[in-house]
């Protein structure tokens, strides 16, 4: 079983800044994709960032581009997101998911359970 838990969640001002963290654990043969997705209430799961196994590859979604940024530490199986000049809007629930192998298994999706983003001021 792979483990994500997730942390840097809070409560910030329009305009501020926070810095999410997801870290893997467990019996992990390989990590491939590592992504946050966000849900707001009432509203559908939706991707925000994504990073393939190369560090180099992201891709984030045009509402959040040029203020979210996406990196990863393989060698701490870590990804992170960084969020500036936030927007009310970005209020949500922030969730890790990524597709990883254990040992002696196939290829699997895995979720944090989740970290609140509350933009207010």
């Known amino acids: 079983q792979v483990q994500l838990v997730e942390s840097g969640g809070g409560l910030v001002q329009p305009g501020g800044s926070l810095r999410l963290s997801c870290a893997a654990s467990g019996n992990i043969f390989s990590i491939s994709t590592m992504e946050w997705y966000r849900q707001a209430p009432g509203m559908q799961r939706e991707l925000v960032c994504t990073?393939?196994?190369?560090?180099?590859?992201?891709n984030c979604a045009d509402s959040v581009k040029g203020r979210f940024t996406i990196s990863r530490d393989n060698a701490k199986k870590t990804v992170y997101l960084q969020l500036n000049s936030l927007k009310p809007e970005d209020t949500a629930v922030y969730y890790c998911?990524?597709?990883?192998?254990?040992?002696?298994?196939?290829?699997?999706?895995?979720w944090g359970q989740g970290t609140q983003v509350t933009v207010s001021s």
């Open positions: 990073t393939a196994t190369s560090i180099y590859s992201t």
């Open positions: 998911h990524t597709i990883a192998r254990t040992y002696g298994s196939s290829w699997s999706h895995y």
